[in-house]
């Protein structure tokens, strides 16, 4: 069945470190694919998304590329703030399946 | 207008209390969904609503009950709940089977 696989946290960075939090993914087809963030308290904010193969999808400093060859969706950042603390799910479409979300603390 | 509306955003209740969950768009989103959030896991899918019919139920117990009354209201009717359905109830809509954009959630603790 489809599934998400992500690296488990917690990631602890310095403040201005380059991000990486992997993402791979299986599913029968051609999903599209998410990146949402939680901030403590709240619900999830999609930050980005990609549809197709080779698409990059980028916002407020974060990538991801859609890889089909080695079906990834890695998401990197070149420098993060205290303010991205926040835990990130990698999520695909249809039945919009999550990974079991990387939590990243910043240390200023 | 890119917001989900849930309300309340708290709320206690007794085992034997009825409650209810409301959940409001106005993106003209076809598909609404309940998920469930517990303390540090991703969230599971519990129902989905597509053009106001209910199209999946993730085997989600009778006393979590779901209501589309129009395309931009999603209710979860809560009734005879156990200390164990505390969580992170989240409400979400999408364009057909596009990006998901959720509410912020109610917080739910059950005595």
């Known amino acids: 069945g489809d599934s998400v696989t992500q690296m488990e946290g917690p990631v602890t960075l310095s403040e201005e470190a380059f991000l990486t939090i992997n993402c791979t993914y299986t599913a029968t087809g051609y999903p599209s694919l998410f990146w949402y963030v939680q901030y403590p308290g709240e619900g999830l904010q999609l930050l980005l998304k990609a549809t197709k193969a080779d698409d990059k999808g980028s916002n407020k400093g974060f990538e991801a590329t859609y890889r089909k060859e080695t079906t990834s969706f890695h998401l990197e950042k070149g420098s993060v703030q205290v303010s991205d603390s926040a835990v990130y799910f990698c999520a695909l479409i249809l039945k919009i399946i999550f990974g079991k979300g990387t939590r990243l603390h910043i240390l200023p | 207008d890119t917001e989900v509306t849930q309300t309340p955003k708290h709320l206690v209740m007794g085992m034997t209390n009825k409650k209810s969950l409301k959940c409001e768009q106005h993106m003209g989103h076809r598909a609404m969904y309940w998920y469930k959030q517990k303390a540090k896991k991703p969230p599971e899918l519990m129902f989905v609503?597509?053009?106001?019919?209910?199209?999946i139920n993730e085997s989600v117990p009778s006393r979590f009950s779901p209501e589309c009354p129009n395309s931009s209201l999603l209710n979860l009717h809560l009734h005879a709940l156990q200390p164990e359905d505390s969580a992170l109830y989240l409400c979400?809509?999408?364009?057909?089977?596009?990006?998901?954009?959720f509410g912020s959630g109610t917080q739910l603790s059950v005595l």
């Open positions: 979400a809509s999408s364009q057909d089977w596009g990006a998901v954009f």
């Open positions: 609503y597509s053009y106001e019919k209910l199209s």
